[in-house]
């Protein structure tokens, strides 16, 4: 019987990736934007101390999970592909890059994707894509990776200078950013640092980073930069949008325990948790929240 080709009954993840980690600070992920709904629920797969993975093209998902055990196991990146794709009969119909938390690296372009298609490998991190404006677009995502800052940031650059490249020849749909860290997730209960999914938007990359500075907003912990007290104008701003916002608030020169504790409901009520202190200081970036809002 003659085998049905995949691309006749799947539809192609079209779309550009990078996958990398910053050694230094143990974060690793994958940073992908596609015309295709809902990327983040296919393409990336990230494993906290131990490696990621972008599956694409007609996307074998079952690249994820076993390529991250391989990776486990002590196999170099290149050497994973080599084990997944020898076992995949459409594995000419396939696009994979993969980074190890040491930053060895390894991308796979089967020869059946469409054009343009094709990835670069370098350390810590892999870059690729299909169905492409040109080859320009692999280019910008690893001019973004070999910028300076967080690892976020990069990722969020990198995608954002492929697509000023061209991007998908087909446009944009949706995108996502999925960095672990060991310990790193909410409540230090789990490896899932940065979790962000734009599943369908007309500027999917731009939405993305505005959702990574809401994650930073309201997950991140105060700077000492930030640190602002409470007293003289800043107290009685916040006593004024604390009454804006429908709280009572205290009065007198020093920071009152009615003013502290309906400026805590406030801090839980938007979700400003890690940000509260019992300390009479604000944070300056809830401080602009509150003026914002």
């Known amino acids: 019987m003659t085998k049905t080709p995949i691309r006749n009954h799947l539809p192609a993840v079209a779309t550009f990736s990078i996958v990398a980690v ?9 940073g992908v934007q596609s015309k295709f709904l809902a990327v983040g629920s296919v393409v990336p797969w990230v494993r906290a101390g131990v490696g990621a993975i972008a599956t694409q093209s007609w996307a074998n998902t079952s690249y994820g999970p076993r390529g991250l055990e391989l990776l486990e196991q002590g196999l ?18 396939r696009q994979i890059g993969i980074v190890n ?40 995502l690893v001019e973004g990776i070999q910028s300076e800052g967080a690892l976020a940031d990069r990722l969020i650059r990198a995608l954002s200078l492929a697509q000023a490249a ?79 916002k429908g709280y009572e608030a205290g009065s007198g020169p020093t920071y009152d325990e009615t003013t502290k504790s309906q400026l ?21 970036l809830v401080l602009d929240y509150m003026r914002k809002h």
Request: net charge negative.
């Open 76 to 93: 170099h990146p290149s050497e994973v592909i080599a084990q997944l794709t020898g076992l995949d009969e459409d594995k000419d119909a």
């Open 166 to 244: 061209g991007g998908d020849k087909r446009g944009m749909q949706s995108a996502a950013l999925y960095i672990a860290k060991q310990g790193a997730g909410y409540g230090g209960f789990n490896d899932r640092f940065i979790d962000l999914r734009v599943d369908e938007h007309a500027s999917p990359i731009q939405e993305l980073d505005r959702l990574l500075h809401l994650q930073r907003l309201y997950f991140g912990r105060t700077r000492q930069e930030d640190v602002l007290p409470l007293s003289g104008d800043t107290l009685a701003e916040i006593r004024d949008l604390l009454r804006q």
């Open 264 to 284: 805590q409901q406030y801090f839980l009520t938007e979700n400003f948790d890690d940000r509260w202190t019992d300390e009479a200081t604000i944070d300056g």
């Open 22 to 30: 910053d050694v230094a600070t143990g974060e690793i992920g994958v």
């Open 101 to 140: 938390a040491r930053g060895d690296s390894a991308t796979y372009t089967g020869s059946g994707c469409f054009a343009y298609a094709g990835g670069i490998a370098g350390q810590g991190f892999a870059a690729q894509g299909n169905i492409l404006a040109s080859a320009a677009v692999v280019d910008g």
